[in-house]
């Protein structure tokens, strides 16, 4: 095994400025957990509270995002694996970014979504969010990820940015990241 | 038993049925990964309660912090009300909030929207 040199990683950490990491599986008591650590990191940092809300309420609907998706792909709770990153960009604006496991397929059509949605301003994305919410819940379950995603990007002050990387083992990776 | 009392949790709001006093009340966050779980309980107390009650109903809220599932089963709720509403049945819904927070006054001004029963937001010291 690599040794591991956590003084270069806490370098890292702190030139990045990252507020809190995590990457592993992931249960709903450590959603909240995290989430606790998160809000108590937001008030230390003298956040205000609605940009507080706002990071949490993303932080959220990522994680869980991440877990319903699993849930519905019929993955085992150790599956259900994240990479969660909280972080400030050098404009001193929150980032959160998280990542999972994901097939290929519907890592494209999400990809396609939020490209989808980066064009639309906070007028479009209201109407678009409303739009959502009318829709039948099980639409809603099928598509995934759906009234979710827009509230991330409502809650944005720059278009979500997403990536998906291929796997060795046929499946892929998507990382999203959404700016506050 | 047409009361009921369901504790507050990290991630789900404190509720309470008030069947004689007509007063639906939640306080708290709400952002459990399964909503419905929670709601469909007390959507269908306010279902019951307009159906059978005879009396007007008031919800009291305080409620913080919504994830996406949770605005989705609270809009059902509301819906439910637009409904009584339309029928000429007395409702009315009362969302106090802290100033400290607009986002909480602005959760509630996009639900009131698609509200035309009184909906009243109100800051709170």
């Known amino acids: 095994m690599e040794p591991l040199d956590l003084f270069s990683m806490r370098e890292s950490y702190n030139r990045q400025q990252i507020m809190l990491c995590f990457n592993g599986p992931i249960s709903r008591s450590l959603i909240e957990e995290i989430g606790n650590a998160l809000r108590n990191y937001l008030a230390a940092d003298h956040a205000h509270p609605s940009a ?42 929150y980032v959160v970014s998280a990542g999972n496991i994901i097939r290929p397929q519907d890592g494209e059509a999400m990809l396609a979504r939020v490209e989808a949605l980066a064009s639309l301003d906070k007028a479009e994305l209201k109407a678009r969010y409303k739009e959502q919410l009318r829709k039948p819940r099980e639409a809603d379950a099928s598509s995934g990820a759906g009234l979710g995603l827009i509230d991330i990007a409502r809650k944005s002050s720059a278009p979500l940015q997403a990536n998906l990387r291929q796997l060795a083992d046929g499946r892929a990776f998507l990382s999203l990241r959404a700016e506050i | 038993m047409n009361d009921f009392s369901i504790p507050g949790t990290q991630s789900t709001p404190a509720i309470q049925g008030d069947w004689a006093q007509g007063i639906l009340s939640m306080q708290g966050d709400s952002y459990p990964e399964n909503s419905y779980e929670l709601f469909h ?79 009243a937001i109100l800051s709170h010291d």
């Not at chain 1, 259900?80 to 001193?92: K, L």
């Not at chain 2, 913080?64 to 709720?77: C, E, F, G």
């Not at chain 2, 509301?78 to 009315?92: S, T």
Request: aromatic fraction near 12%; proline fraction near 3%.
């Open chain 1, 52 to 93: 507080a809300m706002d990071v949490f309420g993303v932080y959220i609907e990522l994680t869980q995002n991440i877990r319903h998706y699993a849930q519905q792909q019929g993955w085992t709770e150790q599956d259900a694996s994240a990479t969660v990153v909280v972080a400030r960009n050098e404009a001193g604006h």
């Open chain 2, 41 to 119: 309980q007390v959507f269908e107390w306010v279902e019951r309660f307009l159906k059978q009650a005879g009396r007007p109903l008031t919800l009291e809220l305080k409620l913080l912090y919504l994830n996406t599932s949770s605005i989705k089963a609270m809009m059902d709720i509301f819906d439910l009300l637009e409904e009584a509403h339309h029928q000429h049945k007395p409702v009315a819904v009362n969302w106090r909030y802290d100033p400290r927070n607009e986002r909480v006054a602005e959760l509630a001004e996009e639900f009131k929207e698609d509200c035309s029963f009184p909906f």
